[in-house]
C-alpha cells in the first residue's frame, strides 16, 4: 500500500508510524552560504542546508532539519522534530508542528500542517488545515483499502503522496491518506482513504486524475 503514496523513496517508508522522526533528527548547524534575516529565533539542534533563505520573523523550534535551496517565507513557525527536505518553500504565517516534507514540496501562506507526511513534489495551498487530533483524543486509525489499521497514536494528521495536491482552503480530518498524483479541489473537507491517481472535483466527485506528469514547483517568478 505504500507503494500508492512513496513510490520513490523507501526512506521514508521507515517513517512509518511517525512517532519515529524524531529519530531521524540530527541537526548539524547552519550553513555559511545559507541567507537568515536577522529576526529569526533558531533553537538547538537545528541544520539549515546550503543555498536556504529565512525570511523575517521565522521561528525555528529545537530539533529541526531544513535541506538545501528552501524558502522559509517571513512569520512562519517551524516546531520541534520537522523534518524539511530540499528545494522546499513553506509559505507566510504558516506553522509545520512534528513533519516531514520530502524534497520539492511547497506548502502555501497560512497553512496548518501537524504530525504530517507530505511526499516528494506534493503542494499544499493557502489556508489548509490538517486536523491532527480527534475531540475526544483517542487513538487515531487509518482507514486503509483494507480496513482499519491501529497507529497506537492520538495525533496523527495527513498522508499525502508524491506530486500530490490540495487545493486552497483544504481541511483534512486526523489520519487522511490521499495517494501519490491525487488532485484535491480548493475548499474540500477530506477525510479516511484516497487512491492514487484520483481528481476530487469542487462537487465531490472522485475521478481519475488525467495529470501524469510531474509539476514544477517554480512561482511566477522563476524563484523555487
Given at each position: 500500500m505504500i507503494n500508492n503514496f512513496f513510490p520513490s523513496n523507501r526512506d521514508i517508508q521507515k517513517l512509518f508510524p511517525f512517532i519515529v522522526i524524531k529519530n531521524?533528527?540530527?541537526?548539524?548547524?547552519?550553513?555559511?552560504?545559507s541567507e537568515i534575516h536577522e529576526s529569526v529565533i533558531i533553537g538547538k539542534n537545528v541544520s539549515i542546508g546550503k543555498n536556504t533563505i529565512i525570511m523575517p520573523y521565522v521561528?525555528?523550534?529545537?530539533?529541526?532539519?531544513?535541506?538545501?535551496?528552501?524558502?522559509?517565507?517571513?512569520?512562519?513557525?517551524?516546531?520541534?522534530?520537522?523534518?524539511?527536505?530540499?528545494?522546499?518553500?513553506?509559505?507566510?504565517?504558516?506553522?509545520?508542528?512534528?513533519?516531514?516534507?520530502?524534497?520539492?514540496?511547497?506548502?502555501?501562506?497560512?497553512?496548518?500542517?501537524g504530525n504530517s507526511l507530505l511526499g516528494k513534489g506534493a503542494r499544499?495551498?493557502?489556508?489548509?488545515?490538517?486536523?491532527?487530533?480527534r475531540f475526544d483524543q483517542k487513538e487515531i486509525h487509518w482507514n486503509g483499502p483494507n480496513g482499519k489499521v491501529e497507529t497506537k497514536l492520538d495525533k496523527l494528521g495527513l498522508v499525502l503522496g508524491e506530486y500530490a495536491r490540495l487545493g486552497a482552503n483544504c481541511t483534512t480530518n486526523p489520519g487522511t491518506m490521499s495517494g501519490a498524483n491525487t488532485w484535491v479541489s480548493g475548499g474540500q473537507i477530506v477525510s479516511g482513504f484516497i487512491d492514487a491517481n484520483k481528481f476530487i472535483k469542487q462537487s465531490g466527485e472522485v475521478v481519475e486524475n488525467a495529470h501524469k506528469q510531474e509539476l514544477s514547483i517554480k512561482d511566477n517568478s522563476g524563484v523555487v
Open positions: 531521524h533528527i540530527n541537526g548539524s548547524g547552519v550553513s555559511s552560504e521561528v525555528i523550534e529545537d530539533d529541526v532539519i531544513i535541506g538545501n535551496e528552501c524558502i522559509i517565507r517571513s512569520g512562519a513557525l517551524i516546531r520541534s522534530t520537522t523534518f524539511i527536505g530540499n528545494q522546499v518553500v513553506i509559505g507566510h504565517a504558516t506553522e509545520m508542528k512534528h513533519a516531514y516534507l520530502d524534497n520539492e514540496v511547497k506548502v502555501g501562506s497560512h497553512c496548518f500542517v499544499i495551498g493557502s489556508g489548509t488545515i490538517t486536523g491532527n487530533r
